[in-house]
Structure formats: C-alpha cells, structure tokens
C-alpha cells in the first residue's frame, strides 16, 4: 500500500531492509523511527545488532530455504514470517528499495502495511514500452525505435545495430544488441525471450551511459549530479549485461553547455512527473554520444544504487534534503502548490562510486569459500583493513563500506551479487572502466577462492 491508501500515524515506525543500504542513510526525523529487518541467526543479524538499536532490530525467519544469496525482496515477503514481526513490534510501514510487483502490493493491502515508495500507480514509468511512449508524446530526446512483437516477420523498428529490451526488466538484465529479426530468433530459440512478446527495439546509440535522479516532492524539483552507469565487461551477449556500480561525476568533468542542457531537459522532464502528482525519486538513465547529444533511455520511479549516497552526502542535492522530505510525505498530507521550485543540476567535487561484488564462476555454480564482514574499511596501498561494523560515517570521511550478502554454505551462481561495495573515492574511469582501486578491491573480497590473498 503507498501513501493513498492508508492514513499514516502520528509516529511512524518504518522497517526496512539493511541490505538494501537506503535505510541505513535515511536521516532522524522526528515522529519517525527506523528499524531494521534481518534474517534470524545470520551474519547480517549479528552485524545490524551491533551499530542498531535493540528495539529497533527486527529478526525474521524464512520458511523457505533454497531462495538463494539475495532473494527478492517478494520472496522475502512472501516467504518469511515478516507481517507477523511487523505487526507484534507496532512496526507501520516499510521502506521499499526496489520495483514493486503485484504481489507485494497485494501483501501490503492484506497486512495493512504503508510502502514507503513512489505510488503504486507510477510503477507503470518502470515499464520501458510505457516509458519510451510518454517520452514520444512530450517531444524529449529517445532513441528511434518502438515496439516490437518476438516472432513476427515484421522487420524491426530500426536498420543496422539496436537495442532490444524486455519492457519489464532492470540493470542490464533483458538488454541485448541485435541487428536483425535473425538475430531476435537466436534469443527466442535460448528461452530468454518467448513468442508473441512485446519488446521495445530502438536504434543503439554509441555514447555514455549516465544517471540522473530527479526528486520530486510538494513544492520542489530537484536534480542531482550525474553518475556514469558501469558494466562488467560482456563475454557473451546471450547473457546480456552485467551491472557493475555508479560513479558520481565532479560538476568541472561537464562541459558548460552540456550541463545546461541536462538541467534544462530534466527539469522538464521533472515537472511532467510534477503535474502528474509523483513523489519520490525518478532514476533516469540516458546516453550522451560523442556530438554530446542526449538521449533518454529509461526510468526507475523507486531508490537506486545511487540513492545511498544521494541520501547521505549533502553536497549531491544541498538545496532539497531529500531524505526528510521522502519521510515527511508519509508523515502528513501531500499538498502541490501550482508552480514547484525548480532546482537544477547543483555544483560538486563529489566522485564517490559503488561497486557490485557479482560472482565470478561461469555457468557451473560455486560454494562460498570465504566471508567478509559488513562495515567500513580502509586500504592503505595494497593492504585492506576492517574498520569496525558502523558505515555511515562514509558519509564524512574517506574509504569505503561493503555490506556483505553471501554467507559460508551457499553456492554462487552466474551473476549472482555477493556484496555491495560504497566508496568515498572514485572506482571507474571517465569510460567506466575498473581503476586500479576498484580491481585491488576484487582481488581483496573474493568469496569464491580461500587461497591466501597476496
């Protein structure tokens, strides 16, 4: 259920998932108290009972083994005894990081629990046919193309290099280069896509991929700092792209014109969500090409993997703190003065990154040789060192956090993620390739190898 649908208490208690790493930077706010869920009797209990509150700490139990390093947060609520241990605790609310399905808004409505996400009914931005049309419709900058039926004789929707893109899908999951129905027809016949589906082919476009998150709340739009969008490298395009992290962009790294059209073309973008009575945070990611062209790719209404750092450095959107103002639009009527604030692009020197630890085993699937606990560290030349369990002081000083998912007895399978690293200092170059830094880190947190690290 979001913010329509149930009536928000005086003091809101929100849970939310640690993992996750949004509620663990979500600011104090009076009338509202965060608590964290965490499997009972893992790793991730012992470590959030050491920086949390004691009656803020929520343990649940699975009912389900097998789900794997990270299940979903659907299958976490749809397999687990968390309504029963938010209700005993009073807990009201929970924080949602990720897209909402129909599942888990039917969850919330049968528990009566208040999803702390952008409305249910703005999931629909998420779905990239919805997206790319709306785009169409308000004349901004998209990559030709449309949709596409698998199977169809028809030919695609562009000529020579495309992306095809499964209209429910996130990271890079459900992309793939083709450059014609031939090429289609390969994937269909591996299973990743089935006959009569409809996809969304537009023309590839050769450039960078950026992010951008634009706020919106009662009275306000407000842009961030843009963030290059990383990848593995690709061994093999049936398999699509693997998601590797962000990595914030200095405001001097834009050539002025450049970042005059971003902030132009997103606070327009920004007050279309606006009129449409959004709230929340809409990721948006586009490419640039090398004639510094824009182009809009997609749209992920919900938190990202740069929300942490957007919701615990100042500095990425001074103007707006959007952090209280996401808890306040839960705590009290959402009332939208005619003509918001309009914030964009601010100036900042910031060059944080995250680093998405993905496993490194084939197809074969690989046991969990070692573990790593979760909190800040430090690297001083070659050397690794762990800090203590509390990362949030990320926020203020240098080195890095890693919140650890995979545990000792579990198997790793292709792109499985095994924990999420967040650094003060950069991890990718201007390209988006892994620095030295971030290959050190790699090296330093390998789960599926229990040889002595050099």
């Known amino acids: 259920m979001s913010r329509g649908d149930i009536a928000a208490p005086a003091v809101l208690r929100v849970a939310m998932f640690p993992r996750g790493l949004d509620g663990l930077f979500l600011p104090a706010l009076e009338g509202v108290e965060i608590c964290a869920l965490v499997e009972s009797g893992t790793p991730e209990q012992t470590w959030i009972e050491q920086i949390w509150p004691a009656p803020q700490v929520l343990p649940y139990t699975l009912q389900q083994p097998g789900l794997g390093i990270y299940p979903s947060t659907q299958d976490l609520l749809l397999h687990s005894d968390i309504a029963t241990v938010l209700r005993r605790s009073g807990t009201q609310a929970l924080l949602l990081s990720c897209s909402c399905s129909e599942s888990m808004y039917a969850w919330a409505k049968k528990h009566g629990v208040l999803l702390l996400m952008s409305d249910y009914r703005h999931q629909r931005f998420e779905n990239k046919l919805w997206f790319d049309a709306f785009l169409r419709r308000h004349r901004l900058p998209r990559p030709s193309g449309g949709s596409y039926t698998i199977g169809s004789p028809a030919p695609l929707p562009v000529r020579g290099q495309a992306v095809l893109q499964r209209a429910e899908s996130t990271g ?3 992309t793939f280069f083709v450059q014609d129905p031939r090429e289609v027809e390969v994937l269909l016949a591996s299973g990743l896509f089935h006959q009569g589906e409809q996809t969304l082919v537009r023309k590839r476009i050769c450039g960078k991929p950026y992010g951008i998150t634009v706020f919106v709340a009662p009275g306000v739009v407000a842009l961030s700092p843009i963030r290059l969008q990383c990848y593995y490298p690709q061994t093999d395009a049936a398999e699509g792209q693997s998601f590797a992290g962000i990595q914030w962009l200095a405001s001097r790294e834009l050539p002025d014109r450049l970042g005059s059209r971003l902030s132009r073309v997103f606070l327009r973008l920004g007050k279309l969500l606006y009129q449409r009575r959004f709230f929340g945070f809409a990721n948006i990611d586009f490419v640039v090409d090398a004639q510094q062209r824009l182009f809009i790719i ?9 929300t942490p750092q957007l919701l615990s450095r100042p500095e990425l959107c001074p103007a707006a703190a959007v952090g209280e103002q996401f808890l306040r639009g839960f705590t009290r009527p959402r009332r939208y003065p005619r003509v918001p604030v309009l914030l964009g ?3 900042s020197d910031y060059q944080g990154a995250s680093l998405d630890l993905v496993s490194g085993s ?3 699937p690989a046991p969990i040789r070692r573990t790593f606990p979760s909190g800040l560290y430090a690297s001083d030349g070659p050397r690794v060192t762990y800090r203590g369990p509390d990362l949030r002081p990320l926020s203020r000083s240098s080195g890095f956090g890693l ?3 995979a545990r000792l007895g579990q198997v790793s399978r292709r792109h499985d993620t095994l924990g999420t690293i967040v650094s003060s200092e950069p991890l990718f170059d201007p390209k988006g ?6 290959q050190q880190l790699l090296a330093h947190f390998r789960y599926e190898d229990d040889r002595p690290r050099s």
Do not use: I, K, T
């Open 172 to 174: 890079g999951e459900g």
């Open 298 to 306: 997609e749209c992920n209404p919900r938190m990202s993997a740069a």
């Open 345 to 347: 692009m601010p100036q």
């Open 362 to 364: 084939d197809s074969e």
């Open 403 to 405: 919140v650890s998912f």
């Open 433 to 438: 390739a892994l620095l030295p830094r971030a």
